[in-house]
């Protein structure tokens, strides 16, 4: 597996780890269960941004990669 | 009319007014908790008994009988309610056996208890060793209570100093493959998604004998036939699973990679996840 796509294959992991925290944060009745889950999805949201970013550079840095 | 039948109507119609009145009273007539409901039972019970057998008995009388017995725990409740001091005459007060691990036997001979009544009492609390007990107490209905010392009590979170979790109730939605809607609507959950869990769990509401919510929205669910499986809610600790994953694989990528810019990025994110996992673990393990 080639650098670029183990990147991406990873930021897909994030990407679902986020959806469960964003479903768990509504759908769970205590609110500090809730307010941890949020916090958690919000986390997530950050470091797949900067992940992207970092697919956005190795995608330039090496065009043949672009789309795996 | 038939000695039989009058006996039998005299036993019904009895039964029913015991019922309304029991009713009436409420449940505090049930637990017995004060020495008026506890007379007023045995009495009313009497009364009852003896007016469906006598038949030379007016009904009349026993139904003013019951009326007086009936109202008089209720008007005893009401000034108990009103007023501290009436509460102590007609309650009675709590009588303390054991404090700061030692038996007070003033109050025991006080209550006409003996040291082995007071061992058995601990023994129904599952309490076997008197040197366990910091104190306790003998409450109005006769029940003891029992505070163990610190070192006996069962090991909690706090304890541990662990953070704290709370979790609400679970909510019964389904009960004999029949959807209760004002307990659905309690949980906060539609129609339509218990529909989607109940299709992800491949089942149909009919085969369902008791479906609950928990605490995070999930559906646990029984069926009726004991030889399917339900499948069990795994979502939470798959997520941490993958969680734990993720951190390892960002952890690879910091050491693979040379750009030290690059690696800041894969450190920062492993700590990130570590810090999420960390905060999570309480809601994420079963």
Not at chain 2, 234 to 262: G, H, S, V, W, Y
């Amino acid at each position: 597996m080639t650098v670029a796509s183990s990147v991406k294959t990873c930021t897909a992991g994030l990407k679902q780890a986020e959806a469960v925290f964003s479903k768990l944060a509504l759908l769970s009745s205590d609110p500090k269960a809730q307010q941890v889950f949020h916090e958690s999805m919000r986390t997530m949201q950050e470091i797949i941004e900067r992940m992207n970013k970092r697919i956005f550079e190795i995608e330039n840095e090496e065009p043949q990669y672009r789309g795996f | 009319m038939a000695q039989w039948l009058e006996v039998a109507i005299r036993s019904i119609s009895f039964l029913t007014i015991l019922f309304i009145i029991t009713k009436i009273i409420g449940k505090r007539q049930i637990a017995q908790l004060s020495f008026f409901e506890y007379i007023a039972g045995i009495t009313i019970g009497s009364i009852v008994a003896e007016a469906s057998l006598a038949r030379e008995r007016s009904i009349m009388d026993a139904l003013i009988a019951i009326g007086v017995w009936g109202i008089i725990p209720m008007l005893a409740d009401y000034i108990a309610m009103k007023s501290k001091t009436a509460r102590s005459v007609i309650e009675g007060h709590s009588t303390v056996f054991i404090k700061d691990g030692k038996v007070l036997e003033e109050n025991l001979k006080k209550e006409k208890y003996t040291i082995d009544e007071l061992l058995s009492l601990l023994r129904k609390k599952d309490i076997f060793s008197l040197s366990d007990v910091e104190y306790a107490v003998l409450e109005q209905d006769g029940n003891l209570n029992a505070l163990l010392k610190k070192d006996k009590r069962p090991l909690t979170r706090s304890d541990l100093q662990m953070p704290s979790v709370n979790e609400k109730e679970p909510y019964t939605v389904i009960m004999d493959g029949h959807l209760l809607v004002d307990s659905l609507a309690k949980s906060g959950k539609t129609k339509e998604w218990l529909d989607q869990e109940l299709e992800a769990a491949g089942v149909t509401i009919e085969n369902v004998f008791i479906g609950q919510i928990n605490s995070y929205g999930e559906l646990y669910i029984d069926l009726f036939d004991d030889q399917l499986q339900a499948p069990a809610p795994q979502e939470r600790p798959l997520l941490l699973a993958n969680l734990k994953k993720l951190a390892a694989d960002m952890e690879i990528f910091a050491l693979a990679t040379d750009c030290e810019k690059t690696k800041k990025m894969y450190e920062r994110n492993a700590a990130d996840i570590q810090r999420i996992i960390q905060q999570a673990t309480p809601y994420l393990s079963n």
